[in-house]
Structure formats: C-alpha cells, structure tokens
T-cell receptor, first 119, second 114 residues
C-alpha cells in the first residue's frame, strides 16, 4: 500500500512568489493534517481536514496560507505571497477515523515532507 | 495536551538496549502516551502508544510508571537505522469533536555508535 506522498520534495522561490504544495494521503484516510517545521523550531500543527471539511485550522499562521481538499482526496497548501519566514519543511499526515478505535489511539502516517526555501 | 520533558540527546552503542525517558508529571487520567520518531530527512513515524500497561510491538517496548508520571521507550537492540529524534506525545482520549493534532516537543536525538 502506498504511503503518504508529497510534491514537490523541494521548492526554492523568491519572496513574494506563490508556491503550492500537494499531499496525497493514504487511500481511504478521511483525516489529513498539515504540519511544518521552520528552522530551529519544533514541528507545529497547521490544520486538519476531515474529508473535504476543515476540522481545525487553528495552527494556520496567517491569511497568506490557504489549504484545500477538494473531493476529500488530495490536499494542497498554497502560500501567497511567500515570505522569508515561511521557509521550512512542510509535512502532511493522514489517519483513519480516530473514532474507529479507542479515542486517542489513532496513528498518523506522515509523508516525507516538502522543503520550502524562500529567498 | 499536557507537556512532556525529554533529554535533548542520548547515545547508544549499536546492538545494545536503549532506554529513552519521558516525564509527564501533569498527565491526566485520559491521556494516552504516544511515541513517534523522525529519521533523518523523513517525516515522523509512529512507534508505539499506551495508556497504563506496558506495551510491546515489533519496533519497541513502552514501560509506563505506575503513577503514569513518566514512561520509557525501550529499543531492545539499537541499530544504526534507529538513529533519529524520538518524540513523546500525550493525546487526550476525549478529543471529542475537536482536532486530533499531535503536539511535538523538542524530542530526544538518539545517536547510535557503530
């Protein structure tokens, strides 16, 4: 079974440009998460989709970030316009319905990440 | 989620057991203890989780203190491939209709010496 995939693996853009990151979750996983690690910091949650709906977007840093998940399959995270502080590694994760098993036990499966460099 | 405390780094010789500690003195009765690890240049991966009893799986063992204020991830025979950052994360079983996000701390960077 294919794992979580992310595209591109690396992206280098100029400040002010737009970048779109893509995540393909594991087939059948309704839950999709975005996280990121900026330089020297801890991995931080950005948002959580359940199918095509945003369940929690409390971690989104500002309105330059737009996440979508049309049709409840793959997701995109657009940064427009990109700023220097957006540089980092963006991870996507997916999971089955957390309530299928005992609450608090669901496993999240992560992709390899997209390394974004804003110059 | 409650806060966890882990050593910044640890070293182990290859093929020896490794005990990675985690303190979570403010853990609530409904918090599960999860461990994830992040290998170099990869995304985090699930290792193990538990609530009260010790747990074993093919990757590791999890020993949970009786008062649940601390836990230890045990790698029985460290290999070079186990060199990673290990994260101890608490997750509330009553997340309910809210988010199920993982809250990562700094973790423990494990180095394995050949």
């Amino acid at each position: 079974e294919a794992g979580v995939t992310q595209f591109p693996s690396h992206s280098v853009i100029e400040k002010g440009q737009t970048v779109t990151l893509r995540c393909d979750p594991i087939s059948g996983h309704d839950n999709l998460y975005w996280y990121r690690r900026v330089m020297g910091k801890e991995i931080k949650f950005l948002l959580h989709f359940v199918k095509e709906s945003k369940q929690d977007e409390s971690g989104m840093p500002n309105n330059r970030f737009l996440a979508e998940r049309t049709g409840g399959t793959y997701s995109t995270l657009k940064v427009q316009p990109a700023e220097l502080e957006d540089s980092g590694v963006y991870f996507c994760a997916s999971s089955q319905d957390p309530l299928l098993g005992p609450p608090g036990t669901d496993t999240q499966y992560f992709g390899p990440g997209t390394r974004l460099t804003v110059l | 989620d409650a806060k966890t405390t882990q050593p910044n780094s640890m070293e182990s010789n290859e093929e020896e057991p490794v005990h990675l500690p985690c303190n979570h003195s403010t853990i609530s009765g409904t918090d599960y203890i999860h461990w994830y690890r992040q290998l170099p240049s990869q995304g985090p991966e699930y290792v193990i989780h538990g609530l009260t009893s010790n747990v074993n799986n093919r990757m590791a063992s999890l020993a949970i203190a009786e008062d649940r204020k601390s836990s230890t991830l045990i790698l029985h025979r460290a290999t070079l491939r186990d060199a990673a950052v290990y994260y101890c994360i608490l997750r509330d079983r009553y997340s309910g209709a809210g988010s199920y996000q993982l809250t990562f701390g700094k973790g423990t960077k494990l180095s394995v010496i050949p």
